[in-house]
């Protein structure tokens, strides 16, 4: 496995591991992939990568921000998908390292999740990183019209 800058190129494979997760319905808020020139817009240009595989997506992972105001911009969040196929082999925890390490090289001192608290594999995925869960939001958002709850996770760098 490698890991490899994500490009637009990269776009039909990352929506169609969206789109799994958008489908198993306890994952994200999202009920539709977005464009590429959407998604271009709301991830960080040098904070973004896919795992490849036998030339195969087979995950990724990205970064945006949380806010446009000065002062925040090294407060991120964070997005990381794996293929259906190939969860629970490692390529998360490989993945997020990369983008632990990538980031604070940047200068990135918060990364921050928003997670259903029913998706227990990656929370605990987070927690093995150091990102501490800040609390919950109780019904957050709606998602096909039922009310979902979000657990807050950051972590902070210790070297930044």
């Known amino acids: 496995m490698e890991i490899q800058k994500l490009e ?3 776009y039909p494979d990352v929506a169609r591991i969206y789109q799994q997760a958008i489908d198993a319905g306890n994952i994200t ?3 539709k992939t977005s464009s590429w020139k959407d998604w271009d817009k709301d991830h960080l240009e ?3 990568f896919v795992a490849i595989e036998n030339n ?3 995950g990724w992972v990205a970064l945006s921000p949380v806010l446009q105001r000065t002062g925040y911009h090294g407060v991120t969040e964070l997005s990381i998908y794996i293929e ?3 969860q629970g082999k490692g390529i998360g925890k490989v993945l997020m390292q990369h ?3 990538t980031s604070e090289n940047a200068g990135i001192w918060t990364i921050m999740s928003f997670i259903f608290p029913e998706n ?3 929370i605990l995925l987070h927690k093995k990183f150091g990102f ?3 609390g919950t939001q109780q019904k957050a958002a709606q998602l096909n019209g039922i009310w979902m709850d979000n657990c807050i996770l950051e972590r902070r760098s210790a070297l930044i």
């Open 8 to 10: 637009q190129k990269h």
């Open 132 to 134: 501490k869960l800040l």
């Open 120 to 122: 227990d594999k990656s």
């Open 46 to 48: 040098n904070m973004r």
């Open 99 to 101: 983008i632990i390490d």
């Open 84 to 86: 259906q196929d190939h």
């Open 56 to 58: 195969t997506i087979i």
């Open 29 to 31: 808020l999202a009920t």
